[in-house]
């Protein structure tokens, strides 16, 4: 059996694209053989039509649309459907669910999943600070936040005379330690637009919270990171995984 399977890349920015060109693996008792790779679906079907009686296709199809089909050796059961679809795009494109990166700002705004991590670079760690951020944060959402999580926060004072410590440290570690996670939601054109949005708001919230607590000795020690996607969507799902 052969598979034909269009080939994956990325972007500039290092983001998933689905490219238009394909690459053939031969499947026997033997085990897996790849063929030529790089090349046209026509021309990867008639190479794979060469080497196997029964040839499947797999290409980057819109959401909700089959993904998987049969090109040769159609059985008397066979339930994929027949290769090609109607009318395929394959041009180099956006992988499905991720086009919403090629929003543009005059697009209506729509609603994002917005996963903020809180990290504290150096310094002790400040109690009662998450219940303190969240509750500072959701007087300024017009949505309850979806869920939250405290970290332990604190972190190795990473100047000066502290630099050999740090550099002793493993790279992760260097980020500093957690203090909370909050995944919420933003109204924006774009992902830009919306992670903006989502960091100006935890840094407004979490300065609110630092204030109140009396715990501003060390302002300069925080950071915040941000990942967003469309409200709802498989992407979404998948890549704010609050849990890992």
Not at 18 to 23: I, K, L, V
Request: aromatic share 8%; glycine share 8%.
């Amino acid at each position: 059996m052969a598979w034909v399977i269009e080939q994956g890349s990325s972007d500039r920015r290092g983001y998933p694209v689905a490219t238009g060109r394909f690459e053939v693996f031969i499947e026997s008792d033997d085990g897996r053989v790849r063929g030529p790779a790089g090349i046209s679906v026509l021309q990867a079907l008639r190479w794979a039509e060469g080497q196997a009686q029964r040839v499947l296709v797999r290409y980057s199809a819109p959401e909700g649309e089959p993904s998987l089909f049969i090109a040769a050796g159609r059985r008397s059961d066979e339930t994929l459907p027949a290769w090609p679809p109607s009318c395929p795009d394959l041009s180099r494109r956006r992988l499905p669910g991720w086009e919403h990166l090629d929003r543009r700002d005059t697009d209506p705004p729509i609603s994002w999943d917005a996963l903020v991590h809180i990290r504290q670079r150096w310094g002790e760690a400040v109690p009662e600070l998450t219940e303190a951020f969240i509750a500072s944060l959701e007087a300024e959402l017009t949505r309850p936040v979806v869920a939250w999580r405290a970290g332990a926060g604190g972190g190795v004072d990473q100047r000066g005379e502290h630099q050999n410590q740090v550099d002793a440290m493993p790279v992760s570690a260097r980020f500093g330690g957690e203090a909370a996670r909050v995944l919420f939601q933003v109204t924006a054109a774009t992902v830009r637009m919306a992670e903006r949005a989502a960091v100006e708001l935890a840094e407004s919230a979490l300065s609110d919270a630092l204030h109140r607590l009396r715990a501003v000795e060390n302002l300069g020690s925080w950071s915040t990171d941000v990942r967003a996607f469309p409200t709802g969507t498989k992407a979404s799902a998948q890549n704010l995984r609050f849990d890992t």
